[in-house]
C-alpha cells in the first residue's frame, strides 16, 4: 500500500479501494445496508460503492477511516485476475495523482521502470470517449437510506437514477 502512494505521488490521507471479481466476496470485507440488488444493479460496472469497511479487511488500507471503497469492475480481465487472488485488490487508476485516467498500458509507460510487473489486459474503456477518463462515479452508501456522490465519474446519470427511483434513497444533504 505504501508503495502505491510512494509510486503515484499520492497524499496518504486519500484512501485506496478495493478490487473484487464478484458481488458476493464484498460482504467479506463491507458491512453492507442496503439489498443485494443494489449491489448487483451497479456491479460489475464503473461504479465505486462506499461503504463501511468490516474487520477482515487489511487494517493498513486506510487506517484513518471506518469506510472504503469497493470496485467490481466490468472488464473480464480484472475481475479474473481479482478472483484469482485470495484477498482483495487495492486499486487506484494507472497514473501520476491529479493526471488523466489511462486505459492501455501505454499510456502509463513512464511508470513502468518502478514496477515489478505490468500486464496488458486490453483498454478499460473506450480510448476515443473522453468520459471513460472520467473515471468510476464514486457513491457513498454507507448511511442508509441515503446516498452521497463523492465523484460524479462516467456514470452520474443512470447510478442516481437507480438510487432514486428504484430504490427510494435520498442525496445525503436532503
Known sequence: VRSIYRLKGRNG???LAICLGDVERLYRYCRVNVPDELLRDLLPGPVT???????ELNKDLNPF????GVRIPNHPFMRDLARACSG????????????????TVWEFQ????????????GPIGDIQSP??????TV???SVSGKFSIIRPGCALTPTVEILKK???LVPESS
Not at 460503492?49 to 474487520?55: A, D, F, N, P, Y
Request: net charge negative.
Open 13 to 15: 490521507a486519500k484512501p
Open 49 to 55: 460503492l462506499v461503504l463501511q469497511r468490516s474487520e
Open 65 to 68: 477511516t471506518s469506510l472504503v
Open 88 to 103: 482483495p485488490l487495492a486499486l487506484t487508476s494507472a497514473n501520476i495523482s491529479s493526471q488523466g485516467s489511462t486505459l
Open 110 to 121: 513512464d511508470l513502468w521502470p518502478q514496477l515489478s510487473l505490468v500486464i496488458d489486459g
Open 131 to 136: 468520459e471513460c477518463r472520467l473515471g468510476s
Open 139 to 141: 457513491v457513498d452508501l
Open 166 to 168: 428504484k430504490y427510494g
